[in-house]
T-cell receptor, first 116, second 115 residues
Framework: EAGVAQSPRYKIIEKRQSVAFWCNPISGHATLYWYQQILGQGPKLLIQFQNNGVVDDSQLPKDRFSAERLKGVDSTLKIQPAKLEDSAVYLC??????????????FGPGTRLTVL | AQSVAQPEDQVNVAEGNPLTVKCTYSVSGNPYLFWYVQYPNRGLQFLLKYITGDNLVKGSYGFEAEFNKSQTSFHLKKPSALVSDSALYFCAVSPFSGGYNKLIFGAGTRLAVHP
């Protein structure tokens, strides 16, 4: 079974530029997550989709971050404009959707963003 | 506030010795508990989870974890450490409130296993 795919793996941009990350979840997984992992910290949820609807974006900085999941499969996370503090690894994860919420989240390799 | 604490930034252990990586949590209700491992330049790999039932959970690569409700802890253990176990370990909790199962992570513990 193929895992969660992410691209690019690395990205370096200047502050105030824009950047986009792509994620392809495990086939059949209805729920998709984007996490931000700042160096030395644990991942923090930015946004959660169930199919193509947003179920939690409470920690997404909506003035500069946006995400979409068209057709309920692939997802794109965008930052515009980027700030120095956005330097982090952006992790995508996916899971099934059991009513009990017991599904395991499986993570992609991440995209390491450096903002100069 | 919901939180996960991993009190040790780093754990050092000799190969062949038992290891313990500690985790405590502060979440209302009956959360689900997870351990993930992260190798350099890799994403998080799932090790094990506790949902309900037996307090001792067995997972991948010989790891196990013990759930203690009264102490709100979920410590990761392995009877005999390998050098290849050296990595960054994250404890996470899923409050599962409102039907949504986001993960709240601790800051991570770096495990160093010495030959």
């Amino acid at each position: 079974e193929a895992g969660v795919a992410q691209s690019p793996r690395y990205k370096i941009i200047e502050k105030r530029q824009s950047v986009a990350f792509w994620c392809n979840p495990i086939s059949g997984h209805a729920t998709l997550y984007w996490y931000q992992q700042i160096l030395g910290q644990g991942p923090k949820l930015l946004i959660q989709f169930q199919n193509n609807g947003v179920v939690d974006d409470s920690q997404l900085p909506k003035d500069r971050f946006s995400a979409e999941r068209l057709k309920g499969v692939d997802s794109t996370l965008k930052i515009q404009p980027a700030k120095l503090e956005d330097s982090a690894v952006y992790l995508c994860a996916s899971s099934g959707t059991s009513p009990q919420g017991t599904d395991t989240q499986y993570f992609g390799p991440g995209t390491r963003l450096t903002v100069l | 506030a919901q939180s996960v604490a991993q009190p040790e930034d780093q754990v050092n252990v000799a190969e062949g010795n038992p290891l313990t990586v500690k985790c405590t949590y502060s979440v209302s209700g009956n959360p689900y508990l997870f351990w993930y491992v992260q190798y350099p330049n890799r994403g998080l790999q799932f090790l094990l989870k506790y949902i309900t039932g037996d307090n001792l959970v067995k997972g991948s690569y010989g790891f196990e974890a013990e759930f203690n409700k009264s102490q709100t802890s979920f410590h990761l253990k392995k009877p005999s450490a390998l050098v290849s176990d050296s990595a960054l370990y994250f404890c996470a909790v899923s409050p599962f409130s409102g039907g949504y199962n986001k993960l709240i992570f601790g800051a991570g513990t770096r495990l160093a296993v010495h030959p």
